[in-house]
């Protein structure tokens, strides 16, 4: 487990290198040193009108950015693109797929001292978005939302995408 670990990191460092971002990096390689459990997600960052897009599952109160994990042998992409069939039905294009970002924050309702990763991507899409069998519920958000309705990662995402001017 250990080697799949030291993989993911060398993935993850290589990522930001290639989005060209040494603060993004030196975060990368201080979270990677600092928690041995983590769970690594990817996520789709949705915009319009200045809101953001969340989601809900069944049975749960905090909101997340949409997204999973990857299935073996999954690249980046394609699990992103199967995720967002799966929780919004609808079709990413894969040649908008470009990466957001890293995100790494206590993981909601796991053990304490769990982190989870989240690489974040945003894409243009085909179809109608619509809460799937596993999601309850899409709201579009601004920074002002409730923060107790958030995931700890899904607070850090919503505070740079306003700093970034892009949400009111």
């Known amino acids: 487990k250990s080697g799949t670990i030291s993989l993911s990191f060398a993935w993850l460092l290589l990522f930001v290198v290639a989005i060209g ?3 993004l990096g030196t975060f990368a390689m201080t979270v990677a040193s600092k928690s ?7 996520a789709l960052i949705l915009v319009h009108q200045r809101r953001q897009l969340v989601v809900r599952s069944h049975g749960k109160t905090a ?12 690249t980046d992409l394609q699990a992103l693109c199967r995720e967002c069939r799966e929780e ?3 079709d990413l294009k894969p ?11 206590p993981a909601y309702g796991k053990a304490p001292g769990t982190e989870v990763r989240m690489t974040c991507y945003t894409a243009d899409y085909e179809g109608t978005l619509q809460p ?8 579009w958000i601004s920074s002002d939302f409730d923060s107790q309705q958030l995931t700890a990662s899904g607070i850090l ?5 306003k700093a970034k001017g892009l949400i009111d």
């Open 157 to 161: 995402i919503l505070d740079d995408l």
């Open 36 to 42: 041995k459990n983590f769970i690594d997600k990817l």
């Open 132 to 139: 799937s069998a596993e999601i309850e519920e899409l709201q």
């Open 21 to 23: 971002d040494p603060l």
């Open 63 to 74: 909101f997340f950015t949409p997204g999973g994990k990857r299935e073996p042998g999954e």
């Open 88 to 90: 919004l039905t609808i």
């Open 95 to 105: 040649s908008s797929i470009q990466p957001y970002g890293v995100f790494s924050a």
